[in-house]
């Protein structure tokens, strides 16, 4: 392409050459009028002489542009006839329509190259959505600033949000244990595996979650954060189950016989109590005696309770549905509830499980029993709910549920841990026997108990038992 200096310097030499043209055309038209003047014929000839040279050097500088290009056209990568048997004009025009037409395929490659790409990517953003929405565990990405770019729906269940593209503090309000985490990997790339958490629901109870907080790096530096997360709430309650069991598997063997041995002890005491009221014993000896038959009376049924609990016999598993042996309870219930003031309601659906039906409701009046004697003697809200609803877990397994639910003061922390190890009670005449039995009994089911906190600030038990449909 010729420069804009080259495209000036054209059209000054076209002027120049016009204007010599027609100085020589004026001096020609002089000497034709005069011929004898001689200064109109030497400046004829010296306008001559400057004119020839340009006008010769100009069709050549004229055509410097195209010789230019028909060069540039002779170099092109384009298949072409030999340039000696054809015209110059001809071959730059048919270089140049080559070229155009191999730039229109060339575009129309590239087009389709860059439709398969974004076909590609389309596919591999739509795989990796499906593979986000199958995974079970709940996923969370962050970017740099802290927003969440990703959130899965198991992760929108266990957090119970839907605030995508928020900041860290409002998606993880549930856990705020795990938003230190996520804002240290952020701020410093640190990697945390298997840590687990406390997440708060919307009703006030707690879970556990496993998580692992990986950073995402950009050009080595941190660029955001991916949170993986697993309520593993089941899983400790179950270790928690299996290690308690283990220990009093270990105490019942080992003080079955010791308990036999007492129970026999007694059966003495109680037959010289017995006797001693037959002798005629009158005023504090009477009175003695018959304090002595209620305190071995009273032994004798804590250690009946305990060889029960020591020595579990086998279970005869039929169909029962928990709604009847409650009604079966709260019957058996009602002079104490009466006693206690206490409102009994039960709110059940039909709740099939395969149990032994004397023991299930052996645990279940120990439990109710607990919960109307939790309720203090000044408590102005005097009243014990029972519910049961069947639910399906994360894997699909059916279960009954039941639980229930007191107005009492709630269990203290320092005492959750401890209220079905046997003898361990915060009641005053209580033997400490009733949860730890009542436990034992849901586990030799298969199931699970389980003691909280309620929003309503009493204490709530749950019991989770397999339905038959599970067994099938």
Not at 163 to 192: F, M, N, Q, W
Not at 387 to 411: F, K, M, N, Q
Request: glycine share 6%; with cysteine; hydrophobic share 45%.
């Amino acid at each position: 392409m010729l420069s804009r200096y080259e495209n000036r310097a054209q059209l000054a030499l076209a002027l120049l050459i016009g204007l010599l043209l027609l100085v020589n055309l004026l001096a020609f038209g002089l000497v034709a009028l005069a011929p004898r003047a001689s200064v109109l014929l030497a400046v004829l000839v010296v306008t001559l002489s400057i004119s020839i040279p340009f006008i010769l050097l100009f069709p050549r500088w004229l055509l410097r542009p195209f010789h230019r290009l028909f060069d540039e056209a002779r170099r092109a990568p384009i298949e072409t006839l030999r340039t000696e048997a054809r015209d110059e004009t001809e071959f730059v025009l048919e270089t140049f329509q080559a070229v155009v037409a191999q730039l229109r395929a060339q575009a129309k490659e590239l087009e389709s190259l860059n439709a398969q790409a974004r076909a590609r990517a389309e596919s591999a953003e739509e795989l990796n959505a499906r593979i986000i929405a199958s995974m079970p565990s709940g996923l969370i990405a962050f970017d740099a600033e802290g927003h969440a770019t990703v959130i899965n729906a198991p992760a929108r269940a266990l957090l119970q949000t839907d605030a995508v593209s928020a900041e860290t503090k409002e998606v993880l309000r549930a856990a705020p244990e795990l938003i230190e985490l996520v804002e240290d990997c952020l701020r410093h790339g640190a990697l945390y595996r298997r840590e687990e958490v406390t997440v708060t629901t919307g009703d006030g109870r707690t879970r556990k979650l496993g998580v692992t907080v990986a950073p995402i790096t950009a050009h080595g530096r941190p660029g955001g954060a991916l949170c993986l997360m697993t309520d593993i709430t089941e899983v400790l309650e179950l270790r928690e189950a299996v290690a308690r069991k283990r220990n009093l598997e270990s105490l019942g063997e080992m003080s079955a016989g010791l308990a036999h041995e007492f129970k026999n002890a007694l059966a003495t005491l109680q037959g010289y109590a017995q006797l001693l009221q037959r002798v005629g014993a009158s005023g504090v000896e009477s009175m003695a005696a018959t304090a002595l038959l209620d305190e071995v009376r009273d032994l004798s049924a804590m250690v009946t309770a305990f060889l029960d609990f020591a020595r579990p016999r086998p279970l005869e598993l039929t169909e029962v549905d928990l709604g009847d042996l409650i009604e079966e309870c709260r019957a058996e219930l009602a002079p104490l509830y009466a006693e206690r003031r206490i409102e009994l309601k039960i709110v059940a659906e039909f709740a099939p499980v395969r149990a032994d039906a004397v023991l299930l409701r052996q645990a279940l009046l120990n439990i109710m029993r607990n919960a109307a004697e939790a309720i203090p003697d000044e408590a102005a809200e005097r009243r014990v709910e029972v519910r049961i609803y069947c639910e399906r877990d994360p894997h699909g397994a059916s279960w009954s549920v039941l639980e229930i639910e007191d107005t009492g003061p709630g269990i203290r922390a320092q005492d959750s841990e401890k209220i079905f190890i046997p003898f361990f009670t915060t009641k005053r005449d209580g033997h400490g026997i009733g949860l730890a039995l009542a436990h034992r009994i849901i586990t030799d089911h298969r199931g699970t108990l389980t003691a909280a906190n309620s929003t309503r600030h009493g204490a709530i038990f749950t019991v989770k038992l397999p339905t038959p449909i599970q067994e099938r």
